[in-house]
């Protein structure tokens, strides 16, 4: 019984046969695309658990394969790139992928991160329903659902991540880079202003919606969730 399907999307043959050989050794069964709109129409088919996804392709590059799959699917995003700049790395994170491994690459390391994003996104196993409760507001993370007032307000992927990281920890405070390895998942070092681009968005979806809690910036740390009643939470 295989751990799930891994769509690879390179145009070098040789890293997609060596990274099947890899994957395939740990019970993944693995289906590769040379070219990002193969990699568009094998996803639709084959409905995989993850896709490692290079950025250079022909057709269409991997940022366009990224914000066409973040379009219908939350399925975890691993991207894979010759370029090491900060401003790649941003991009990456703003379009929604879950990891990001530069080359050239361990194979090993790879495939520890395959499942590592595996376990963070719940894909392997069988997991209770992640949600939290306050008032006025319902973060549901299994289904990727936000509701304010009852009523579902559309909201990114890692917007989700985030708002429900922060909510279930409340009055904890988090640096941006906290909250990159432990929304995101990332090894990052530089230019955390993602953070703050999804704190803004999520404000302007949040703000006035109950004087029971706020997202708050703490100058010179970061972020939290803070709460004056804290029974109202998860599930309450």
């Given at each position: 019984?295989?751990?799930g399907k891994?769509?690879?999307v390179d145009d070098d043959q040789?890293?997609?046969e060596l990274l099947r050989l890899y994957i395939e050794k740990e019970n993944f069964e693995v289906v590769i695309a040379n070219d990002g709109r193969q990699a568009l129409k094998l996803f639709d088919e084959q409905n995989p658990d993850l896709v490692l996804l290079d950025i250079m392709l022909p057709e269409l590059d991997g940022w366009q394969v990224c914000r066409e799959i973040r379009r219908k699917s939350q399925c975890p995003i691993i991207m894979l790139t010759a370029k090491g700049e900060t401003f790649d790395k941003v991009l990456g994170l703003e379009l929604g992928a879950d990891d990001y491994v530069v080359k050239p690459f361990e194979?090993?390391?790879v495939v520890?991160?395959?499942k590592a994003v595996l376990r963070r996104t719940g894909k392997n196993n069988n997991q209770t329903v992640k949600e939290v409760h306050y008032d006025k507001l319902s973060i549901n993370l299994t289904n990727y659902e936000l509701k304010v007032n009852g009523k579902v307000i559309?909201?990114?992927?890692?917007?989700?991540?985030?708002?429900?990281?922060?909510?279930?920890?409340?009055?904890r405070v988090f640096t941006r880079d906290q909250l990159?390895?432990?929304?995101?998942?990332?090894?990052?070092?530089?230019d955390s202003?993602?953070?703050d681009v999804h704190v803004k968005r999520l404000r302007e979806k949040l703000e006035g919606v109950s004087d029971q809690w706020c997202l708050k910036t703490v100058w010179g740390v970061g972020y939290k969730f803070e709460v004056k009643d804290d029974t109202d939470q998860n599930g309450q």
């Amino acid at each position: 019984m295989t751990k799930g399907k891994i769509l690879v999307v390179d145009d070098d043959q040789n890293i997609c046969e060596l990274l099947r050989l890899y994957i395939e050794k740990e019970n993944f069964e693995v289906v590769i695309a040379n070219d990002g709109r193969q990699a568009l129409k094998l996803f639709d088919e084959q409905n995989p658990d993850l896709v490692l996804l290079d950025i250079m392709l022909p057709e269409l590059d991997g940022w366009q394969v990224c914000r066409e799959i973040r379009r219908k699917s939350q399925c975890p995003i691993i991207m894979l790139t010759a370029k090491g700049e900060t401003f790649d790395k941003v991009l990456g994170l703003e379009l929604g992928a879950d990891d990001y491994v530069v080359k050239p690459f361990e194979t090993k390391e790879v495939v520890a991160r395959i499942k590592a994003v595996l376990r963070r996104t719940g894909k392997n196993n069988n997991q209770t329903v992640k949600e939290v409760h306050y008032d006025k507001l319902s973060i549901n993370l299994t289904n990727y659902e936000l509701k304010v007032n009852g009523k579902v307000i559309d909201t990114p992927p890692k917007e989700m991540e985030l708002i429900y990281h922060l909510a279930s920890n409340p009055n904890r405070v988090f640096t941006r880079d906290q909250l990159l390895d432990e929304v995101w998942g990332f090894d990052y070092y530089g230019d955390s202003r993602t953070v703050d681009v999804h704190v803004k968005r999520l404000r302007e979806k949040l703000e006035g919606v109950s004087d029971q809690w706020c997202l708050k910036t703490v100058w010179g740390v970061g972020y939290k969730f803070e709460v004056k009643d804290d029974t109202d939470q998860n599930g309450q």
